[in-house]
Nanobody
Framework: QLQLVESGGGLVQPGGSLRLSCAAS????????IGWFRQAPGKEREGVSCTHRISASLHSTNYADSVKGRFTISRDNAKNTVYLQMNSLKLEDTAVYYCAAVPLGRRFCTLIESDYNYWGQGTQVTVSS
């Protein structure tokens, strides 16, 4: 059974940091583009970051303008896990964060929701003072 499970969410003060994890079971993340998305209350889901495997040792990444310089996506293939390191968190980063996967097929990953096949259940991130 193919499954993605997010973890690492929680409550953090503005300026703080969190690291989200996306663990896969039933398939190998390395053979997929992985995206992180988020949905704030009353808003549509939006793409945050993604990673695309170019070779065994080279990956490309993409970030939404709103998180560039603050968020970093990375992979640990041995753990079949993708991470999203979030620093300098702002109130507007509050949302449910989802990871998603799609088998490699494009030259780069996208932040387009409809491009992804598999989704996790999400983890809540709340930034509040």
């Amino acid at each position: 059974q193919l499954q993605l499970v997010e973890s690492g969410g929680g409550l953090v003060q503005p300026g703080g940091s969190l690291r989200l994890s996306c663990a896969a079971s039933g398939f190998t993340l390395e053979n997929n583009d992985i995206g992180w998305f988020r949905q704030a209350p009353g808003k549509e889901r939006e793409g945050v970051s993604c990673t695309h495997r170019i070779s065994a040792s080279l990956h490309s990444t993409n970030y939404a303008d709103s998180v560039k310089g603050r968020f970093t996506i990375s992979r640990d293939n041995a753990k079949n896990t993708v991470y999203l390191q979030m620093n300098s968190l702002k109130l507007e980063d509050t949302a449910v964060y989802y990871c998603a996967a799609v088998p490699l097929g494009r030259r780069f990953c996208t932040l387009i929701e409809s491009d992804y096949n598999y989704w996790g259940q999400g983890t809540q991130v709340t930034v509040s003072s």
